[in-house]
């Protein structure tokens, strides 16, 4: 068996579609299709059962699919460990990020990285927690960072820390940044119009429950989905949001928000670390997984 011809085919199987294959493989369809078509003749086997909304494994090819994982991953180890012996780790590390995350993670991180890995690429990608779960699943991203993940059986998830929601507010014109303004009910949060993203985002999902927990349910100004659109969003007038004190912090100008803890209760959301289980995370994986904690720690500890 050739080696290309697995890895297109796992990732034709894990994205269910040739079209997308090709495009994260950065081939051509025709290419893609024909390598496949030689694989399927090789071991006298259909593999894939293609239809008009795109191609899933039959019996013979789940079967192929759980090997042809495990081979490429021994083959990534084995390049890993000769990595090694010349001094450096390689490979490619995909990573996804919320995108509340993103702005104030990306840079460290992509710096720390190329520091300790110098011989390794990385690609960060930013999406709702529920999508990045997906990825994980179909081979997209080999790291998440998801907010409130739930369990599912092919992801191994890591708590990472967790994260106060704060009311973020327009400043008011000449109000000093000391004292902090008091603490807000959550119940007197319900009252005010809201810029917040869109299900199912988990901030979102968080608030709603965290709310009808009390009785109440969200005023909704806005949807939207972006963490700058909503901060600019929030200065403009447009309402309050509900966001982390990195985000703020992260923003073009946080001088021109005032934030407010909420309580009653607090709003705290928990970032994990996802990873697919049925993929074992390689050497360089696991160094990644290692600065994400160290740049998070990093971070916190400056804010």
């Given amino acids: 068996m050739d080696l290309k011809q697995l890895e297109y085919f796992v990732r034709v199987a894990e994205l269910g579609s040739f079209t997308r294959a090709a495009l994260a493989l950065d081939v051509a369809q025709p290419a893609l299709s024909r390598q496949v078509r030689l694989l399927e003749v090789e071991l006298r086997q259909n593999l894939l059962v293609r239809n008009g909304r795109g ?9 192929l699919l759980e090997h042809a994982r495990g081979i490429l991953h021994q083959v990534e180890r084995a390049r890993e460990e000769l990595g090694r012996v010349r001094g450096a780790l390689a490979g490619r590390v995909a990573i996804g990020l919320p ?45 998440a960072v ?28 000449g109000l000093p940044e000391d004292p902090p303004p008091p603490p807000i009910a959550l119940a007197e949060v319900a009252k005010l119009p809201l810029v ?47 966001l982390s004190r990195n985000a703020v912090a992260s923003s073009i100008r946080p001088s021109a928000y005032q934030t407010r803890a909420v309580c009653n209760p607090t709003l705290r959301t928990r970032l994990c670390l996802a990873t697919s289980s049925q993929r074992p995370a390689t050497l360089t994986q696991q160094t990644t997984l290692a600065l994400i904690r160290q740049t998070l720690e990093a971070i916190n500890a400056a804010v």
């Fill in 55 to 63: 191609a899933t494994p039959t019996e013979a090819g789940k079967l």
């Fill in 99 to 143: 995108p509340s995350l993103a702005r104030v993670l990306t840079v460290p991180l992509t710096r720390a990285f190329r520091q300790q890995l110098p011989q390794a690429s990385i690609s960060i990608s930013e999406g709702l927690s529920t999508h990045m779960q997906e990825w994980l699943q179909t081979g997209r991203l080999d790291i």
């Fill in 196 to 242: 917040i993203p869109s299900r199912p985002n988990a901030i979102r999902m968080q608030v709603e429950s965290e709310m009808a927990n009390i009785g109440c349910r969200p005023l909704i100004a806005l949807e939207i989905d972006g963490v700058s659109a909503i901060l600019d969003l929030v200065a403009d007038g447009a309402g309050a949001a509900l």
């Fill in 146 to 173: 998801l907010y409130n993940a739930m369990p599912a059986p092919d992801i191994e998830i890591a708590p990472l820390l967790d994260e106060d929601l704060l009311l973020v507010l327009p400043r008011p014109p």
